[in-house]
Structure formats: structure tokens, C-alpha cells
């Protein structure tokens, strides 16, 4: 079974607006990562969150940690139609070791 | 840099057949891995490699077999395709530098369908 969930599993918003989407897991981990994935295309790294940190910005990405919740967030701020793709958490380091181990993402659809 | 290329990118397999898929890189990455993508789904790990000469089994390794003969390459193997192999194919790899706290680089997919 898949260590990461995300919630929602689709979202469509109009273009400036926020997106914000979530993932829980559920074994210890060493970091959270955030990849975006176009369609037909392999996955793209956006984020890297470590277990120490509970915060982290990357241009308009915004990604927080609670590792108490074993929950994580992504905020794409003031997006545009480019956003467009499906979004995923992975769980990595900890209980996966070299591995991760990702969420069933989230479909993001920024409207123009 | 090319990063991580697959080949092929689209087969079509009737069931009984075998076939192999290469896995390619060119940044010296020790990891390496092969997920399958079914529709709506995130990613599954078939197997991983932690570098040349090594393989290991990952979350659905049935069916499937791997060989990791030379470090920029890794092949994944389908000896006898079954329909329920029919999905999308990645390969991954990533620097051995910060074990975990490294991303992954994926390539773009091999689209593999059994009839």
C-alpha cells in the first residue's frame, strides 16, 4: 500500500488563485518531497521538506511539515495555466531507506 | 545532458511475449529505479538498484526481473506479459551524495500495453 495520501484528489481553480494540497503518510520518514508531473511526462522535482524542518519556500511553492500529523501541504501561490499537472508527495529516508514512496497525487487544473 | 532516457516509448506486447526496457544515464548516479504509473494512481516500485551489480526487489516486483550490468544502465524484463502489466513505465535515478535527501531524475515513460 502507498505510504503517501493526498487530499484533494483533483482541484481546479482559475488562474492568481491558490492551490493547496495535502498529504498525509504513514511510517517515520527522513524527508517529504513534492514532484509535479505533466501530462504524458515523467515526474518533475519541485521540493525537498526535511524531518527537521517544518517549513520551506521555492518561488511561488510553499511546503510545510508536521511530522507529528505525519501530514505535509503544498501552496502554489498566484498560479497560472502552466500549473496545470498532477502533484505528488513521496515519502523518503526513514522507515523506506533509499526508497520512496509516493502518494496517488493530486490533478491540479488552473482555469485562464 | 540527456539526464535519464527510456527506450522504447510505446510498445504494444501480445500476452505470452517477453521484452526488455532500457534505462539509461548519463550522471554518474549510483541509484536507480523502475516504478510502474497505472491511471489515477501514483507510483509503485517495481525494483531499485543501488548501484552496479546490485538489485533489489521493491513494493510489486512479480513478473518483472532486472539487471544492472553496467552503472548508467538498468534493464527491467517482462519474461511472460500478462494484461496486467499493461501500464506506464518509469525509470529513476538519483546521486548516492545525502543517501535519502537526494530527488530523483525520472525519465519520460515507456507506454506499455499487453493484449
Known amino acids: 500500500s502507498q505510504q503517501g495520501e493526498e487530499d484533494p484528489q483533483a482541484l481546479s481553480i482559475q488562474e492568481g488563485e491558490n492551490a493547496t494540497m495535502n498529504c498525509s503518510y504513514k511510517?517515520?520518514?527522513?524527508?517529504l518531497q513534492w514532484y509535479r508531473q505533466n501530462s504524458g511526462r515523467g515526474l518533475v522535482h519541485l521540493i525537498l521538506?526535511?524531518?527537521?524542518?517544518r517549513e520551506k519556500h521555492s518561488g511561488r511553492l510553499r511546503v510545510t511539515l508536521d511530522t507529528s500529523k505525519k501530514s505535509s501541504s503544498l501552496l502554489i501561490t498566484a498560479s497560472r495555466a502552466a500549473d496545470t499537472a498532477s502533484y505528488f508527495c513521496?515519502?523518503?529516508?526513514?522507515?523506506?531507506?533509499?526508497?520512496?514512496?509516493f502518494g496517488g497525487g493530486t490533478r491540479v487544473l488552473v482555469k485562464p | 545532458n540527456a539526464g535519464v532516457t527510456q527506450t522504447p516509448k510505446f510498445r504494444v506486447l501480445k500476452t505470452g511475449q517477453s521484452m526488455t526496457l532500457l534505462c539509461a544515464q548519463d550522471?554518474?548516479?549510483?541509484?536507480m529505479y523502475w516504478y510502474r504509473q497505472d491511471p489515477g494512481m501514483g507510483l509503485r516500485l517495481i525494483h531499485y538498484?543501488?548501484?552496479?551489480?546490485?538489485?533489489a526487489k521493491g513494493e510489486v516486483p512479480d513478473g518483472y526481473n532486472v539487471s544492472r550490468l553496467k552503472k548508467q544502465n538498468f534493464l527491467l524484463g517482462l519474461e511472460s506479459a500478462a494484461p496486467s502489466q499493461t501500464s506506464v513505465y518509469f525509470c529513476?535515478?538519483?546521486?548516492?551524495?545525502?543517501?535519502?535527501?537526494?530527488?530523483?531524475?525520472f525519465g519520460d515513460g515507456t507506454r506499455l500495453s499487453i493484449l
Open positions: 550522471m554518474n548516479h549510483e541509484y
Open positions: 521538506i526535511r524531518s527537521n524542518e
Open positions: 538498484s543501488v548501484g552496479e551489480g546490485t538489485t
Open positions: 511510517t517515520s520518514i527522513n524527508n
Open positions: 513521496a515519502a523518503g529516508g526513514g522507515a523506506a531507506g533509499n526508497k520512496l514512496t
Open positions: 529513476a535515478s538519483r546521486p548516492i551524495t545525502g543517501h535519502s535527501n537526494q530527488p530523483q531524475h
